[in-house]
């Protein structure tokens, strides 16, 4: 959640009660403390970034808005710098050399990248944090290289525009039924060509990387990584992963497909282990990067949630996985069927709790279930709420001249899964001292393996507290049967 002045704090009054899977389907997982020291180890800092031979001239700064929208710039001088030389790389081999790019990186646990038809390249630092070496990242970049190139941008800007314009003038020529018609084939003739342009980006950004003397075959294998994340991330949730069934109207082939593409374009560059990896240079530029939650907008630790500089913390019932956002805290339990949504508005202390519940900001409330009163000295007022196949139990606790909102949803709201609820929002409490000193916040840190060095063994230095086994190999690129070779450095979650 994002940390704002309680004062400076405001947010819509109008909400809806609706809170379903999709809220929860990017992001990192919960991570925990488990008080093991881990060694650190130290590689060669990566080469300074070379000048370019014509350098480009003064470009406009990012755009703040839009950056600040995926969480702000985060700054690491390590990964910025050798990132900048990867690029330049990268730029002089590319299909359009008089190009000028830059690349930021973004401050956001998601792993995602994305690029602006000027040239401005975004990655976070949870997609670095996947990445394995060099080749792996410069992939990354040069699929955003290969979308400027082929002006994607304003193709499908175009393509949306022509799109919508046929389904206006269908709705208003031919009857609603033949409109609505209209509009779906649209809508899934869009998907389609994103998918295409997704397709068309990594073939060129496969070449480009060839190209730069790097490994061809490193689009697969990060691709690969990623959808392991993907498919952990869905079984923590307790969802069946849906990577090899695509909705139609995904924006993006199904990772599968993609790997598929990758494989064949590389093998038509090079057979494998030719290209360089830079494996070593890579991991020394993002040694001790920052992981997970922005420490400014709490941590979440499993099923706890911590806040130091708003200084609150709770408790969720046990079986959710929670996830931190700019915007809220979500979280997720028994496959979707049960969810939480914490915030905060700013309420005058002239409005009373039971009052501003029943003001009309939620849908569906039942007003003879209000009940207020204090939990952990904090004014609460609770209630529950409906709507179309959702239950709600809903509460308002009044922190200084702040109201956080909790609202659970379920398919089915018993007694007993009610009481857990309770229970979760009787948690919600101002930190002591105790917990506000033994915050720390979690990093990437490099081990070399030992002889006698397993998977077990190190993955239990991490501070992940579910399927911390599965979580190191998915970090590290590792198959299911792949074993640790000695002398060679992994990535461990540590605080």
């Given at each position: 959640?994002q940390?704002?002045?309680?004062?400076?704090?405001?947010?819509?009054?109008?909400?809806?009660?609706?809170?379903?899977?999709?809220?929860?389907?990017?992001?990192?997982?919960?991570?925990?403390?488990?008080?093991?020291?881990?060694?650190?180890?130290?590689?060669?800092?990566p080469?300074?970034?070379?000048?370019?031979v014509?350098?480009?001239?003064?470009?406009?700064?990012?755009?703040q808005?839009?950056?600040?929208?995926f969480g702000?710039?985060?700054?690491?001088?390590?990964?910025?710098?050798?990132?900048d030389?990867?690029?330049?790389?990268?730029?002089?081999?590319?299909?359009?050399?008089?190009q000028?790019?830059?690349?930021?990186?973004?401050?956001?646990?998601?792993?995602?990248?994305?690029?602006?038809?000027?040239?401005?390249?975004?990655?976070?630092?949870?997609?670095?944090?996947?990445?394995?070496?060099?080749?792996?990242?410069?992939?990354?970049?040069?699929?955003?290289?290969?979308?400027?190139?082929?002006?994607?941008?304003?193709q499908?800007?175009?393509?949306?525009?022509?799109?919508?314009?046929?389904?206006?003038?269908?709705?208003?020529?031919?009857?609603?039924?033949?409109?609505k018609?209209?509009?779906?084939r649209?809508?899934?003739?869009?998907?389609?060509?994103s998918?295409?342009?997704?397709?068309?980006?990594?073939?060129?950004?496969?070449?480009?990387?060839?190209?730069?003397?790097?490994?061809?075959?490193?689009?697969?294998?990060?691709?690969?990584?990623?959808?392991?994340?993907?498919?952990?991330?869905?079984a923590?949730?307790?969802?069946?992963?849906?990577?090899?069934?695509?909705?139609?109207?995904?924006?993006?082939?199904?990772?599968?497909?993609?790997i598929?593409?990758?494989?064949?374009?590389?093998?038509?560059?090079a057979?494998?282990g030719?290209?360089?990896r830079?494996?070593?240079?890579?991991?020394?530029?993002i040694?001790?990067?920052e992981f997970?939650?922005?420490?400014?907008?709490?941590?979440?630790?499993?099923?706890?949630f911590?806040?130091p500089k708003?200084d609150?913390?709770?408790?969720?019932p046990?079986?959710?996985?929670?996830?931190?956002?700019?915007?809220?805290?979500?979280?997720?339990a028994?496959?979707?069927r049960?969810?939480?949504?914490?915030d905060?508005?700013h309420?005058?202390f002239?409005?009373?709790l039971?009052s501003?519940l029943?003001?009309?900001?939620?849908?569906?409330?039942?007003?003879?279930?209000?009940?207020d009163?204090?939990?952990n000295?904090l004014?609460?007022?609770?209630?529950?709420?409906?709507?179309?196949?959702?239950?709600?139990?809903?509460?308002?606790?009044r922190?200084?001249?702040?109201?956080?909102?909790?609202?659970?949803?379920t398919r089915?709201?018993?007694?007993?899964?009610?009481n857990?609820?309770?229970?979760?929002?009787?948690?919600?409490?101002?930190?002591t001292?105790?917990?506000?000193?033994?915050?720390?916040?979690?990093?990437?840190?490099?081990v070399?393996?030992?002889?006698?060095?397993?998977v077990?063994?190190?993955?239990a230095?991490?501070?992940?507290?579910d399927?911390?086994?599965?979580?190191?190999?998915?970090?590290?690129g590792?198959?299911?049967?792949?074993?640790?070779?000695?002398?060679t450095?992994?990535?461990?979650?540590?605080?």
């Open positions: 959640m940390v704002r002045h309680p004062k400076l704090y405001r947010r819509s009054a109008k909400a809806a009660i609706t809170l379903a899977l999709p809220l929860l389907l990017s992001g990192c997982l919960g991570i925990g403390a488990d008080g093991n020291r881990v060694m650190e180890v130290a590689l060669p800092q080469a300074p970034a070379p000048k370019p014509n350098p480009p001239k003064p470009r406009p700064a990012v755009d808005k839009m950056v600040a929208a702000g710039i985060y700054d690491w001088r390590p990964a910025q710098d050798y990132l030389s990867v690029l330049v790389t990268l730029s002089r081999v590319g299909p359009n050399p008089s000028p790019y830059r690349i930021t990186i973004l401050n956001s646990p998601v792993v995602n990248a994305f690029a602006l038809p000027s040239g401005d390249l975004f990655v976070t630092r949870g997609l670095l944090a996947l990445a394995n070496d060099t080749s792996e990242i410069g992939a990354v970049m040069a699929h955003e290289i290969g979308h400027v190139t082929a002006h994607h941008a304003a499908r800007e175009e393509f949306e525009k022509r799109s919508e314009l046929i389904t206006k003038a269908t709705s208003i020529i031919e009857n609603h039924e033949k409109g018609v209209v509009a779906q649209s809508e899934e003739a869009l998907a389609s060509f998918r295409q342009q997704e397709l068309e980006a990594d073939k060129i950004g496969i070449n480009v990387i060839g190209r730069a003397g790097y490994d061809p075959y490193a689009a697969a294998r990060f691709l690969t990584s990623l959808q392991n994340s993907t498919s952990l991330r869905a923590l949730v307790g969802k069946k992963s849906s990577n090899n069934h695509p909705d139609i109207m995904a924006t993006h082939p199904s990772t599968p497909e993609r598929d593409t990758a494989i064949r374009e590389a093998r038509g560059i057979a494998p030719i290209g360089k830079d494996r070593t240079a890579y991991l020394a530029a040694n001790g990067m997970g939650d922005d420490p400014a907008e709490g941590f979440v630790r499993g099923n706890k911590i806040h708003l609150f913390g709770f408790t969720a046990d079986n959710f996985v929670l996830e931190n956002s700019p915007k809220a805290l979500l979280g997720i028994n496959g979707g049960a969810a939480v949504r914490l905060s508005v309420l005058p002239d409005t009373s039971k501003y029943s003001s009309g900001w939620l849908d569906g409330l039942h007003p003879a279930s209000i009940r009163g204090t939990s000295g004014p609460v007022a609770t209630a529950t709420a409906s709507g179309g196949q959702w239950s709600f139990r809903v509460a308002a606790i922190f200084g001249t702040d109201v956080y909102r909790m609202i659970f949803a089915d709201l018993t007694p007993a899964q009610d857990e609820f309770l229970t979760s929002i009787a948690s919600f409490h101002r930190l001292n105790d917990e506000t000193g033994n915050i720390r916040h979690p990093h990437i840190v490099l070399t393996a030992q002889t006698g060095d397993t077990a063994s190190l993955a230095r991490m501070v992940v507290q399927r911390p086994q599965d979580y190191f190999r998915m970090l590290n590792l198959g299911s049967q792949e074993s640790l070779q000695p002398g450095a992994y990535k461990l979650i540590a605080d």
